[in-house]
C-alpha cells in the first residue's frame, strides 16, 4: 500500500528556532494536511492544504506556522519560533479527493515527527 | 455540528468480539460516519466508512441503524495487536477538507 513518508522521525531544537517538517504525501493524492497529537491527547486538526493555497486552519495554526508545497512531492510545516508548548507528534496526511459536502473521504497519515521544543 | 460521543475505553480478551458504539444524534444528511484506528506512536488509520445499513471489510463491520443516530464498530475475534485508540468520526464539523478526531475509545486486549 502507498505511504505517507515524513522526516525526520525526531526533532529537538531550543525554544525559539524555527523548525521545518517535511513530508512527501501519496503521489496522486491531491488534498494534504497537518495534524498535532500532544502527549495523552488527542489528534488536533492543523491545516489542510489544496491547489497550492490553505483550504481550511484551525485557530492553533497562528502566525508562527506555514506550510508549504515547495515542489511537486514534498509538503511542508514551518514553526518560525518554537514554544514549548509546540512540543508534539505532528502527523502529516493526504487524501486522493473530496467530495465536497460529505465526510467519505480517506486520509492517509504518516508515521509522525516527533518534536521536542527545550 | 454532529458531535460524536463513544466510551472513553474498552477491556476485552483475545478471541472475544468487541463492539464499540458511537452516537452521532444531530448527524447531518451529508455526512458519512468513519472509523480510524491509532496505535502509540502512529498516525491514525482508516479502518471502515459507511452512510447506512451494514458495510464489512476485511478488518471490521460497521452497523448503522436507519435513523443514523449511532453506529456500532464490531472488531472479530480481537487480538493482542488491537489494542489501539478507536475514533469515530461522522462530521465536517463546520468545514471542508478537515476532519475533526474526538477523545476516541481506548481498546485494551488481555491475554
Known amino acids: 500500500e502507498p505511504e505517507v513518508t515524513q522526516t525526520p522521525s525526531h526533532q529537538v531544537t531550543q525554544m525559539g528556532q524555527e523548525v521545518i517538517l517535511r513530508c512527501v504525501p501519496i503521489s496522486n493524492h491531491l488534498y494534504f494536511y497537518w495534524y498535532r497529537q500532544i502527549l495523552g491527547q488527542k489528534v488536533e486538526f492543523l491545516v489542510s492544504?489544496?491547489?497550492?493555497?490553505?483550504?481550511?486552519k484551525s485557530e492553533i495554526f497562528d502566525d508562527q506556522f506555514s506550510v508549504e508545497r515547495p515542489d511537486g512531492s514534498n509538503f511542508t510545516l514551518k514553526i518560525r519560533s518554537t514554544k514549548l508548548e509546540d512540543s508534539a507528534m505532528y502527523f502529516c496526511?493526504?487524501?486522493?479527493?473530496?467530495?465536497?459536502?460529505?465526510?467519505?473521504?480517506?486520509?492517509?497519515f504518516g508515521s509522525g515527527t516527533q518534536l521536542s521544543v527545550l | 455540528l454532529a458531535k460524536t460521543t463513544q466510551p472513553i475505553s474498552m477491556d476485552s480478551y483475545e478471541g472475544q468480539e468487541v463492539n464499540i458504539t458511537c452516537s452521532h444524534n444531530?448527524?447531518?444528511?451529508?455526512?458519512?460516519i468513519t472509523w480510524y484506528q491509532q496505535f502509540p506512536s502512529q498516525g491514525p488509520r482508516f479502518i471502515i466508512q459507511g452512510y447506512k445499513t451494514k458495510v464489512t471489510n476485511e478488518v471490521a463491520s460497521l452497523f448503522i441503524p436507519a435513523d443514523r443516530k449511532s453506529s456500532t464498530l464490531s472488531l472479530p475475534r480481537v487480538s493482542l495487536s488491537d489494542t489501539a485508540v478507536y475514533y469515530c468520526?461522522?462530521?465536517?464539523?463546520?468545514?471542508?477538507?478537515?476532519?475533526?478526531f474526538g477523545a476516541g475509545t481506548r481498546l485494551a486486549v488481555h491475554p
Open positions: 444531530n448527524i447531518a444528511t451529508n455526512d458519512y
Open positions: 468520526l461522522a462530521s465536517l464539523s463546520g468545514g471542508y477538507n478537515k476532519l475533526i
Open positions: 496526511a493526504s487524501s486522493e479527493l473530496w467530495s465536497q459536502g460529505t465526510t467519505n473521504e480517506k486520509l492517509f
Open positions: 492544504f489544496y491547489n497550492n493555497e490553505i483550504s481550511e
